[in-house]
C-alpha cells in the first residue's frame, strides 16, 4: 500500500462543483488501494474577501489576527471537501494546521514550519480514513495560529509527505505540467515529463509559477517525489526528482521570465573595499531580497553598483539607499521598474560553453539591449525592458528549439 | 480593579460599522480600569452562509465536519473585532474556543462544556490584554472541534465569567433587557431591572428569547452576576441575579409564549399502570422532550394522554405514537400544531394563591378556550389555539396590571 500526498489549490476547489471533482480524484486514487492524505488551499476568492473585510475595519491590523482570520480559509474548504468524500462513501477526517501538527515560528504571515508532529495523522491513516488538511497553516510554541505566506500549501503538502515518507506528492495545480515556456506566451511550447528538483527551483524561483521554490527546496531536502499535473484533465503531469532518465539529454529545460522585478542603481560611490558590503547589509537588515546584483569596473575612484528587487520591496529599498547616497557621497539613485527578468534553465549547459552566446545572439537579432546579466551553473538571466520582455521569450525558445 | 465578560451576539457584529461600535463599548469598559474578555458570535448570516455551503455538497453531512466549518464563522468575527480594538489603539488578542481552553464532550452540534482550562486567558489578562474568545465553540479531548449548539455563545461567556470569577458578565443583544412581555405585542409592557435566575430560566424556556436557559442554569450554578442589555443604546438593562431587592413585590414577572408547539394525544389506551411509563419512556429513547403533560380521568377502563412537544419534535413523535397505539389497541392519535403556550412567570406567586384563578378569569373574559394547564412553583402555563395567542398575551399583562 502506497501513502500519496495530494495538493489542491485554489482554483481546484473554488465552487461545489470542483469540489466534487477533486472529491472524485481523492476517492479513485484510495480505491486503487493507497492511502491518502489531502492539502487544500482556501477557495478561490476567499482569502481576498477576508483581507478586504479586514481592510474595511483596520488596514494596519496586526499579522497576528490577519493570520486569524485567514486561516479560516482553508478550515473553510477542507471541510466542504470532507463533507464531499463522505457523500460519496469513503472514510474521512479534516484536520486543520494545528490539528496535523503542523508546528511554526512565529513570523505572523510567513512562518516557516519547525517541525511536524505526525501523530495525529499516522492515527487516522491507520484507521484507513482519507485525511484532508489545511494548507498554508499551522502553530507557533505560544499556540498561536500562523500562516506560511506565499506557495504555504505547495510547502505544507511537501512537509507533509516528507514526514510521512509518502511515496508520492501530487501537486494539483490548473496548469497540467511544467512547459519549455509559458504557453500563453510561445505556443509551441511542450510539456516535460521530468525534470530535476534544481532545475525546478531555478524555473520556481524565475516566475514560472507553478511551484514555489519553498516547496522545491523541501522536496530536494528531503527527498520527496513531487509531480505537477492538472484537476481539470487526467494527463499525467510533470515529475520532479532527483535524477532524470532521458534519452536525449535535452541542453536547457525551459525559458522563462518575471515581471516582478525594479532595478536600482547607486552612482559613482567610492571605489574601496566595504562599500557593497555596507549596502546589502543595510538591505539585509530591512528583510529585502536582492537577485541580480552587477557592479561596474571603477573609474576615478568611483563605481556604480545596480540590483534587481521584487517590487513589493522596491520603496523600502530606495529609502535605504537615498540614506546610504547621502553617507558615502554618492552621485545620486537611479530607479527603473519598466524591467523583465529573461532567463534560460537546464542542468545541460554546465558541460555546454556555448549557451550562454547562443542567448546572447538571439535576443541581438531580435534587437533587444540586455541591461545585466547573471548566471549560475545551471541558469542564464538576463534583464531587458519590460516592452521586449515576450519577444526575447520567443525568441529565445525558437533558437535552442525547444 | 474589576473584570467583565461582554457577549456580543451576531447582529452585533453583522458588519463593519456594528463591529466598531462594540469595539467603542468594549474599550470604554476598558478605559474604566476593568479587565474585559469579550465573547462573539458568527457576523449576522455568516452560519447560515456556511450551512448552505455544506448543503449544496452533502445534505447529509457528519455533524463532525459541519463544527469543523461552522466554527469559522466565530474565527471570522473575533478577529475582526481584534483588529477594530487594535485600530483604536487599545492590547488585544484573540482566542479560538481552543486556545480558550473551552473543553466540550464529543456531541457535536450541540456539545455540553466539561470544563473551562483558563491557564490561556489568565495569561493575557496578566499581560492587560483585552481577549476576545469565539463563543459557540470548543474541543473535545480527541482535540476535535465542537460546536455548543443553540445558545451557545452565551453559554461561553457565563461559563468563561464562572472560571475567572468574574465580577460581571454582560449579555448584548438586540433587546435592551428582559420585559413582562413581548413588547412588539403588549405596547405597555415594561423592562424589569432585576429579575431571579430562577423567574429567568422560566421566562427562557418558555420562548422569551433573549438568554437560553443553559447559560442561566450555568450562571445560577456558579453565582454569575448577569446582566441582559442593548448594544444599540446605552440604557441600563435587566440584571439576573440569586436574589432580587425591590420595594414593591411584583406578583408576577411577565407573561411570555410560545409558538413552538404541537399537542399530541393518544385515546382510548388501557386505563391501568405503567402505560404513562411506557409512552414516555418510548419518546425519551428518541430523545423527545415532552414539555405539558395532561392525562384523562379513566373511564370505561380506557384513559386519554395529551402532551405537548416542540414541533421539530412532532413527526419523531407521531411515528413512536402510531406504534404504541397499535400496541396498545388504543382507538387514535390526534395531533394539533396550532397551538400557542402562554405562560406566566414569578416568584410571587408561590405565596399568592389567587394567581392561577385572576389568570384563568382573564383569558374566559377575552372567550379563550384552554386546551392544557400545567403550573410549577413560579409558573402557570396554558395552551390555546394558536390564533387566540396574541389576545391572551395581552389580556393577561392587562389583568395583572404589569
Request: glycine residues 6%.
Amino acid at each position: 500500500m502506497n501513502l500519496i500526498v495530494q495538493k489542491f489549490g485554489g482554483t481546484s476547489v473554488k465552487d461545489a462543483q470542483r469540489i466534487q471533482n477533486v472529491a472524485q480524484i481523492v476517492t479513485d486514487t484510495y480505491q486503487q488501494g493507497n492511502n491518502v492524505v489531502v492539502v487544500v488551499s482556501a477557495q478561490g476568492d476567499t482569502t481576498d474577501d477576508l483581507i478586504a473585510k479586514a481592510k474595511e475595519i483596520n488596514p494596519k491590523a496586526s499579522k497576528r489576527e490577519m493570520d486569524v482570520l485567514l486561516s479560516t480559509g482553508e478550515q473553510i474548504s477542507m471541510s466542504l471537501l470532507a463533507m464531499a468524500i463522505e457523500k460519496m462513501g469513503y472514510p474521512v477526517v479534516s484536520l486543520t494546521g494545528w490539528q496535523a501538527g503542523m508546528l511554526t515560528d512565529s513570523t505572523y504571515g510567513s512562518a516557516r514550519l519547525r517541525r511536524l508532529n505526525k501523530e495525529r495523522v499516522d492515527v487516522e491513516l491507520d484507521k484507513r480514513n482519507i485525511v484532508v488538511v489545511a494548507g498554508f497553516q499551522g502553530i507557533n510554541r505560544y499556540d498561536d495560529i500562523t500562516t506560511l505566506g506565499r506557495g504555504g500549501s505547495d510547502t505544507s503538502a511537501v512537509a507533509l509527505a516528507a514526514a510521512l515518507h509518502a511515496d508520492l506528492c501530487q501537486i494539483y495545480t490548473d496548469v497540467d505540467g511544467v512547459y519549455t515556456a509559458d504557453p500563453r506566451l510561445v505556443p509551441n511550447a511542450h510539456k516535460l515529463s521530468e525534470i530535476t528538483y534544481d532545475e525546478m527551483l531555478e524555473l520556481a524561483s524565475l516566475g514560472a509559477g507553478v511551484l514555489h521554490n519553498r516547496s522545491v527546496e523541501m522536496a530536494k531536502k528531503y527527498h520527496v517525489n513531487l509531480e505537477v499535473l492538472s484537476s481539470y484533465t487526467k494527463n499525467p503531469g510533470t515529475k520532479v526528482k532527483e535524477v532524470v532518465k532521458e534519452v536525449e539529454k535535452m541542453l536547457i529545460r525551459g525559458v522563462t521570465r518575471d515581471n516582478d522585478v525594479a532595478r536600482i542603481s547607486i552612482m559613482g560611490v567610492p571605489d574601496q573595499p566595504g562599500i557593497a558590503f555596507k549596502i546589502f547589509s543595510h538591505l539585509a537588515s530591512k528583510k529585502v531580497n536582492v537577485d541580480l546584483i552587477l557592479q561596474s569596473i571603477g573609474r576615478d575612484n568611483t563605481k556604480d553598483i545596480s540590483f534587481t528587487v521584487s517590487r513589493s520591496h522596491k520603496q523600502i529599498s530606495l529609502e535605504v539607499m537615498e540614506e546610504l547616497n547621502e553617507q558615502l557621497s554618492g552621485s545620486g539613485i537611479v530607479c527603473d521598474d519598466n524591467v523583465s527578468k529573461v532567463s534560460i534553465v537546464g542542468a545541460g549547459m554546465q558541460t555546454n560553453p556555448g549557451v550562454a552566446s547562443k542567448m546572447f545572439e538571439a535576443l541581438a537579432e531580435a534587437g533587444i539591449n540586455i541591461q545585466m546579466i547573471s548566471t549560475s551553473e545551471i541558469k542564464i538571466s538576463v534583464l531587458v525592458a519590460l516592452e521586449d520582455s515576450d519577444r526575447a521569450v520567443k525568441s529565445i525558445h525558437e533558437a535552442f528549439d525547444l
